[in-house]
Nanobody, 127 residues
Framework: QVQLVESGGGLVQAGGSLRLSCAASGRTFSTYAMGWFRQAPGKEREFVAGISRSTGNTYYTDSVKGRFTISKDNVKNTVYLQMNSLKPEDTAVYYC????????????????????WGQGTQVTVSS
């Protein structure tokens, strides 16, 4: 099991940027693929971005491609989500998640693929 703590959320105007961080502790971070999800009020939790355990493979949902970048630092035990050109529809609680895996290159896009979750951080984008 790994413990995850997100930070970096807040209120930003449309067109602005935020960088979310997710610090991990517990099991060896390099054995986990990581992902970011978000959940807006009244909506289901949705996949935003994922990164593989160690090869750096990434995958993004279409609505954030070209605006968001996920990265993973296996020395600092932290995963990041750089969010640029933010839109009001990006408003949600953002969660990071960890998937224990033997695959160095697999990226997981379903909530079912993840074992551990953070508590979430609120991102609000004003128009």
């Amino acid at each position: 099991q790994v413990q995850l703590v997100e930070s970096g959320g807040g209120l930003v105007q449309a067109g602005g940027s935020l960088r979310l961080s997710c610090a991990a502790s517990g099991r060896t971070f390099s054995t986990y693929a990581m992902g970011w999800f978000r959940q807006a009020p009244g909506k289901e939790r949705e996949f935003v971005a994922g990164i593989s355990r160690s090869t750096g493979n990434t995958y993004y949902t279409d609505s954030v491609k070209g605006r968001f970048t996920i990265s993973k630092d296996n020395v600092k035990n932290t995963v990041y989500l750089q969010m640029n050109s933010l839109k009001p529809e990006d408003t949600a609680v953002y969660y990071c998640a960890a998937a224990f895996t033997y695959s160095a290159s697999m990226v997981y896009r379903s909530t079912a693929g993840y074992d551990d979750w953070g508590q979430g951080t609120q991102v609000t984008v004003s128009s």
